[in-house]
């Protein structure tokens, strides 16, 4: 027998328009189109974090945006907005200094200050600090459909609750680990670089090893051969070298808005076409510069006869052991098969990131009114809405895990500003031209 669905509703002052879980990137652009408006509908925000936060652990001093600084939280959707970067340029003095800077690009430092500026100027209502537990189904009337959500949570062991017609989910990604392998006190995904650092004062740590081939991997390379000047550092992935990424003007059309409706649209085995293609724009690649310049620090130590820079390529790591003053790791070559093992003081394991299932959240009756497709894939319509059964008529919004069919800026941050009009659109809320 099917679990039964409250029929008690809270009263309808209670209720808002609209819960988003999640309160990164793309659920305060939502906030941020919703203020723009005037704040037409009723909404609230939780998040687990304590505070606004998004990659803390990656902020390196010189680490730059992999996207155009217009590709912030609105331009694409209304250039003129209070809430652009140009204008967190204008409003901390720094918008002729940054046009002399001379670069679409800019530090990943400076762009969280710009995310935490547009957080703390939008006045979203952000429950900080509570994690959401689950998502319940709620019937206005006995006989009717779904046409409230229930959504529970908790902070500091007390039950949080919040009714709402419409839910927008963007949970964002889960750092990911190799099968076996747990962080510990030496062993640190670099989702939390910056932040396990300091656990090494006092110390003189001889070797740290890198897994990993992309982007990250090769910041952390970076940062730590820099912040290290004793140390070895040593780099392990299964490519012969690392690959650039490719930042053509060709290449990033697939970041254009228009890519969405082209994805969308396209028969399945074009969206694998697709994403085949256009890997090498995203995914375990890393900017051109950032190459030449590990290089060229490998290749002066060579001269030098002091390399402290391994590049361990066509290899992977294999058994990892943590120890009370050291980590050893088995590292098998590709060609060969030879195992060597290396004892490191921290192993950094740049191994990316998997999308978090949002939907994990429905409880049973719910969870099972979602359509999926032939894959086992939620069914999202074009305007981010998942598909459900008729009986439910409650919005379910995605932000983020709908790669299988919005295309490869999902998770990224190239077509946020446009998404979030979409899904308001959506809801009823008229675009800004119109609106009032």
């Not at 780099?235 to 228009?258: E, L, M, T």
């Not at 932000?399 to 308001?424: C, K, M, P």
């Amino acid at each position: 027998m099917a679990p039964s669905i409250p029929t008690d509703p809270p009263p309808d002052r209670s209720v808002l328009d609209l819960v988003g879980v999640g309160f990164g990137p793309s659920n305060l652009a939502l906030a941020i189109a919703l203020a723009e408006r005037g704040n037409p509908v009723t909404a609230a925000f939780v998040e687990r974090q304590e505070r606004f936060g998004w990659h803390r652990g990656m902020l390196i001093d010189d680490a730059t945006m992999r996207i155009s600084f217009l590709k912030d939280l609105v331009t694409l959707r209304d250039p003129t907005s209070p809430f652009s970067f140009l204008a967190y340029l204008h409003e901390h003095g720094r918008l002729v200094d940054f046009i002399n800077y001379g670069s679409m690009y800019p530090t990943r430092l400076e762009f969280h200050d710009y995310l935490e500026w547009a957080a703390g100027r939008c006045g979203a209502a952000v429950d900080y600090g509570t994690e959401v537990l689950g998502i319940h189904p709620v019937r206005s009337a006995a006989a009717g459909p779904v046409d409230l959500l229930e959504i529970v949570g908790r902070r500091c062991g007390i039950t949080w609750r919040r009714h709402a017609r419409n839910v927008v989910l963007a949970t964002g990604l889960t750092a990911h680990l190799p099968a076996g392998v747990r962080s510990g006190r030496r062993i640190w995904h670099n989702r939390d670089l910056l932040l396990r650092v300091p656990e090494l004062d006092g110390t003189d740590p001889a070797r740290f090893v890198v897994v990993g081939a992309g982007q990250s991997a090769a910041e952390a390379v970076d940062y730590l051969h820099r912040t290290f000047p004793a140390a070895e550092i040593c780099s392990v992935f299964g490519r012969y070298g690392y690959s650039p990424a490719d930042d053509s003007s060709f290449a990033n059309r697939i970041f254009d808005p228009s890519a969405v409706d082209d994805y969308f649209h396209a028969p399945g085995p074009v969206k694998e076409m697709l994403l085949g293609y256009h890997a090498n724009t995203n995914y375990s690649v890393v900017d051109p510069e950032l190459i030449d310049g590990l290089y060229r620090r490998h290749y002066h130590e060579k001269v030098a006869g002091t390399s402290r820079l391994r590049f361990l390529n066509v290899a992977r790591v294999g058994d990892v052991t943590e120890l009370a003053d050291r980590v050893e790791l088995s590292v098998e070559s590709l060609i060969d098969a030879q195992h060597d093992v290396l004892v490191a003081d921290v192993v950094v394991y740049a191994t990316g990131y998997r999308p978090t299932d949002p939907l994990c959240l429905l409880d049973d009756p719910l969870a099972a009114a979602i359509a999926r497709d032939d894959a086992g894939c939620a069914r999202i319509r074009r305007d981010y809405r998942v598909e459900t059964t008729a009986d439910v008529t409650a919005g379910i919004y995605l932000q983020g895990a709908t790669e299988h069919s919005h295309g490869i800026t999902s998770t990224l941050l190239s077509t946020t500003a446009v998404r979030v009009g979409e899904i308001l659109g959506s809801l009823g809320v008229p675009p800004l031209s119109s609106a009032g």
